[in-house]
T-cell receptor, first 115, second 109 residues
Framework: EAGVVQSPRYKIIEKKQPVAFWCNPI?????LYWYRQNLGQGPELLIR????????DSQLPKDRFSAERLKGVDSTLKIQPAELGDSAVYLC?????????????FGPGTRLTVL | LAKTTQPISMDSYEGQEVNITCSHN???????ITWYQQFPSQGPRFIIQ???TKVTNEVASLFIPADRKSSTLSLPRVSLSDTAVYYC??????????FGKGTRLSVIA
């Protein structure tokens, strides 16, 4: 069974440029998460989707970050414009549902470097 | 959200049993305790989860005392490939997982 797929794996851009990350969750998983992980830190939740609805985006910097999950399957996370402090690994995860006790499956992440 | 506290790092020799203790003094009645493992350049991976007493799977054991204010992840006979960061989390309902800095385990030959 394929796991969570993310692309690209690495991205280097200059500040003020836009960037987008793509995630394909495990088939049948209704819940999708985007996390950001800074060096030496644990992942921090940016946004959670239940099907195509964003149900928790309280940690998403809405002035420059946006996300969508069309048709409740694939998802895209965008940053425009990128800042130096956005350099991090962006992880996508999915689960059958959002309840505690439900295992989250993580993708390999996209490592973003902003110069 | 329950806050968890765990050691920043641990070292162990191959073949030894490793116990990583996590403190969660303000754990809520409905909180589950979950451990994830993360290797470099990979996303975290679920290891084990429990609510109380002891849970064991093919990878690890999780010990949770009656007061549930702490838990211990036990890795039997570690190998070099167990070198990773281990995260202890507590959550319930549909509250999000809150990852701390985790425990960086280094296994030495």
């Amino acid at each position: 069974e394929a796991g969570v797929v993310q692309s690209p794996r690495y991205k280097i851009i200059e500040k003020k440029q836009p960037v987008a990350f793509w995630c394909n969750p495990i088939s049948g998983h209704n819940t999708l998460y985007w996390y950001r992980q800074n060096l030496g830190q644990g992942p921090e939740l940016l946004i959670r989707y239940e099907n195509e609805e964003a149900v928790d985006d309280s940690q998403l910097p809405k002035d420059r970050f946006s996300a969508e999950r069309l048709k409740g399957v694939d998802s895209t996370l965008k940053i425009q414009p990128a800042e130096l402090g956005d350099s991090a690994v962006y992880l996508c995860a999915s689960s059958l549902e959002a309840l505690a006790g439900t295992e989250q499956f993580f993708g390999p992440g996209t490592r973003l470097t902003v110069l | 959200l329950a806050k968890t506290t765990q050691p920043i790092s641990m070292d162990s020799y191959e073949g030894q049993e490793v116990n990583i203790t996590c403190s969660h003094n303000n754990i809520a009645t409905n909180d589950y305790i979950t451990w994830y493992q993360q290797f470099p350049s990979q996303g975290p991976r679920f290891i084990i989860q429990g609510y109380k007493t002891k849970v064991t799977n093919e990878v690890a054991s999780l010990f949770i005392p009656a007061d549930r204010k702490s838990s211990t992840l036990s890795l039997p006979r570690v190998s070099l490939s167990d070198t990773a960061v281990y995260y202890c989390l507590a959550n319930s309902g549909n509250t999000p997982l809150v990852f701390g800095k985790g425990t960086r385990l280094s296994v030495i030959a």
